[in-house]
Nanobody, 122 residues
Framework: EVRLVESGGGLVQSGGSLRLSCTGSGFNIDDYAIGWFRQAPGKEREGILCISRRIGTRNLAGSLKGRFTITSDSAKNTVYLQMNSLKPEDTAAYYC???????????????WGQGTQVTVSS
């Protein structure tokens, strides 16, 4: 069974940093595209970054201007989202998702984690 578990969310002050983790089980992350997404209350889900062996990394949201970085650790079967210079508008539930077919994270990915909340105070 493919399973994704996010962790690392929390409350942080504006300008601070957080690193989110997405740990996979039941599959090898190197064989899948892994994407980070977020959804704020009352807003549509937004893609952030994607990583896969086929494409490397892909920015799914042009508005981030390099504040967020996606990396992976094959030994830990984990993908990370490093978030720097956080702003109150980054407050959202953050999700990771995986797909074996959509190597650039386009469309709706197949497997999703339960999400982790990030709250940025002003």
């Amino acid at each position: 069974e493919v399973r994704l578990v996010e962790s690392g969310g929390g409350l942080v002050q504006s300008g601070g940093s957080l690193r989110l983790s997405c740990t996979g089980s039941g599959f090898n992350i190197d064989d899948y595209a892994i994407g980070w997404f977020r959804q704020a209350p009352g807003k549509e889900r937004e893609g952030i970054l994607c990583i896969s062996r086929r494409i490397g990394t892909r920015n799914l949201a042009g508005s981030l201007k390099g504040r967020f970085t996606i990396t992976s650790d094959s030994a830990k079967n984990t993908v990370y989202l490093q978030m720097n210079s956080l702003k109150p508008e980054d407050t959202a539930a953050y999700y990771c998702a995986a797909d074996i077919e959509r190597s650039d994270c386009s469309g709706t990915l197949t497997y999703w984690g339960q999400g982790t909340q990030v709250t940025v105070s002003s």
